[in-house]
């Protein structure tokens, strides 16, 4: 269990040492706010109710593109370093590999979803909003 923490920790600080990961979380952050806020008859002013809907709706489909980005690296990153060879040589199981690199992809994923919290601060304060709907939400955008 050791060896998953290890590699969960090294691939979220790797990641975090690149410049990919602000542009991602850029990207994400800024289609997602754009259409909650600002665009087409779904946006939060022009529905007229306190409601993360569109948001959900939008970031379902972000986070179908974000997350491959995400992943796809992580392996590639890995092998193109010449990495890969001396951490399946190590005494770890490929499944302890498999496991710590996914729980380093969903952390991301988590924090991507931290930085949209302010989204429910301020539709919590436009008006009443159902929490249990919102948590749902980012519980279901959390398990994609």
């Known amino acids: 269990m050791h060896a998953v923490w290890t590699i969960c920790k090294r691939e979220v600080n790797a990641f975090f040492d690149s410049l990919t990961a602000y542009v991602l979380l850029v990207i994400f952050l800024g289609l997602s706010g754009t259409f909650t806020w600002l665009f087409g008859q779904g946006d939060i002013f022009f529905v007229g109710e306190a409601s993360l809907d ?7 489909w972000t986070l179908f593109f974000f997350i491959p980005a995400v992943t796809m690296g992580m392996i590639a990153e890995e ?5 890969l060879e001396l951490l399946v040589t190590k005494p770890v199981d490929d499944l302890e590999i498999v496991t710590g690199k996914w729980l380093a992809a969903w952390g991301l994923v988590a924090i991507a979803l931290v930085f949209t919290l302010p989204y429910y601060v301020t539709v919590a304060q436009l008006g009443p909003i159902d929490h249990g709907a919102t948590i749902s939400g980012y519980l279901g955008l959390l398990f994609i």
Request: no cysteine; net charge positive.
């Open 79 to 83: 092998r193109r370093s010449g990495t």
């Open 54 to 60: 569109i948001f959900f709706q939008v970031s379902f």
